[in-house]
């Protein structure tokens, strides 16, 4: 009774881990993916292989999985844009091919747990039989940031640049200073010479 158990829990992790992987639908419809990360400074290119897992670990084609509103609790740290190619045969053999528009998270925390999160804008096309992406939020299946991480993508965001102070003056403070005594005693030098005008004129006047 224990090994039937047993043997149907490992079945059904097998097929909750093998699902996703097959919500492209037809996979012989298409014929070629990739992928482009940019953001930070950072610029990651996933071609082959690593596309087709980039669009099956990070659920992508699955809608069960999708969340309305962005996920409560989750510190997403920096945003990546995402530009998905994929290329596609039609029915009458000929080619075509659909970009899908991303944001990745791929330094999502939940508390002390990493998970690539990613927002999937409504509005991305379809390639033909391969049906468009839903719209929303998703968390990705694990192993996806291994796949970027090996393509590139640092293991650790990149530090915040700092703010930068205020240049200060030419010269520095002591400059300033100096400029502001010499139009003080300009000032003032100007003043003397007015009264010194009016007493002259005072004594002339009759």
Do not use: H
Request: charged share 10%; hydrophobic share 45%.
């Amino acid at each position: 009774m224990r090994r039937a158990l047993l043997l149907l829990c490992v079945l059904g992790s097998a097929l909750w881990v093998a699902g996703p992987a097959q919500a492209k639908g037809t996979e012989g419809d298409v014929t070629a993916e990739s992928v482009s990360i940019t953001g930070s400074g950072i610029s990651v290119r996933l071609i082959g292989d690593d596309a087709a897992s980039y669009g099956d670990l990070s659920n992508t084609f699955s809608p069960s999985s999708r969340m309305a509103g962005r996920p409560a609790n989750v510190d997403l740290g920096p945003r990546y844009a995402v530009s998905y190619w994929i290329t596609c045969q039609l029915p009458n053999g000929s080619s075509a091919f659909a970009v899908i528009n991303q944001s990745l998270f791929p330094y999502a925390r939940y508390r002390s747990l990493a998970q690539v999160w990613s927002f999937t804008p409504p509005g991305q096309p379809s390639c033909g039989s391969l049906q468009a992406p839903a719209a929303g939020w998703v968390a990705s299946r694990r192993g996806l940031f291994d796949v970027l991480s090996a393509a590139g993508l640092p293991a650790a965001p990149p530090a915040a640049i700092p703010a930068q102070p205020l240049a200060p003056l030419a010269g520095g403070p002591a400059f300033a200073w100096y400029a502001l005594v010499m139009v003080g005693g300009l000032v003032a030098l100007l003043g003397v010479g007015a009264v010194t005008r009016r007493r002259i004129r005072a004594r002339a006047s009759p």
